[in-house]
């Protein structure tokens, strides 16, 4: 009964690959997002959707691609991997758009890539 | 642009000590401020939220307090246990709900 699961676990590929991470929750959360987390453990958001919905946008490089085809999944799409992508990406999910406002996010296990 | 900023960046205490771990954050005109804790290999999973109107929360050994005229929040643990060790990471979250997160601290809680 995991709330906010993330495949795969790890992913090790190698640079100019095309890979994808999915994320689901199963928490009827109308708000998803996804975060990376460098390797000097920083963690920042990278988009949010509401409901299918673009919210956030940050400055991500376009070989960033997020898909929600329903609102309990957000997948991330990336192109041509760089050895700088390599990081933990975290899925997240709140209640409403107002997650971060009044009320937090859930996080899942995260998803731990290398690109060689 | 708002920085927050952790210190220390690892921490080490004999199990029962109190211990406080410290957030700063530049920019005062926060909606909350958030601390989460992180597993090894695991996600984030929250802790406790304060609002920017709330001075304090507390959750069982566990309170923070928050002083946003100083951009300072600590997280104070007491009678600290080994099933403690994990990262803490304080989030301070702006009008538009993103969170910004600082670097963590480390803590161990040595038997």
């Known amino acids: 009964d995991t709330a906010v699961s993330q495949t795969p676990k790890y992913l090790v590929t190698q640079m100019g690959n095309d890979k994808s991470i999915k994320c689901e929750q199963n928490l009827g959360h109308d708000t998803m997002y996804w975060y990376k987390q460098d390797s000097k453990k920083f963690l920042k958001i990278m988009f949010s959707y509401n409901n299918k919905e673009l919210i956030i946008n940050e400055t991500v490089p376009n070989r960033f691609s997020p898909k929600s085809p329903d609102k309990a999944h957000l997948n991330l799409h990336i192109n041509s991997l760089e050895l700088g992508d390599s990081a933990v990406y975290f899925c997240?999910?709140?209640?409403?758009?107002?997650?971060?406002?009044?009320?937090?996010?859930?996080f899942g296990p995260g998803t731990r890539l290398l690109v060689l | 642009k708002q920085e927050v900023t952790q210190i220390p960046a690892a921490l080490s205490v004999p199990e029962g000590e109190n211990l406080v771990l410290n957030c700063s954050f530049t920019d005062s005109a926060i909606y909350n401020l958030q601390w989460f804790r992180q597993d090894p290999g695991k996600g984030l999973t929250s802790l406790l939220l304060i609002q920017s109107s709330q001075r304090e929360q507390t959750s069982g050994r566990l309170n923070a307090s928050l002083d946003k005229s100083s951009g300072r929040s600590t997280l104070y643990i007491a009678a600290s246990q080994p099933g403690d060790s994990a990262t803490y990471l304080c989030?301070?979250?702006?009008?538009?709900?993103?969170?910004?997160f600082g670097q963590g601290t480390t803590l161990q809680v040595k038997p």
């Open positions: 997240a999910s709140s209640p409403s758009r107002a997650g971060g406002l009044r009320e937090t996010q859930y």
């Open positions: 989030a301070a979250t702006g009008n538009t709900g993103k969170l910004i």
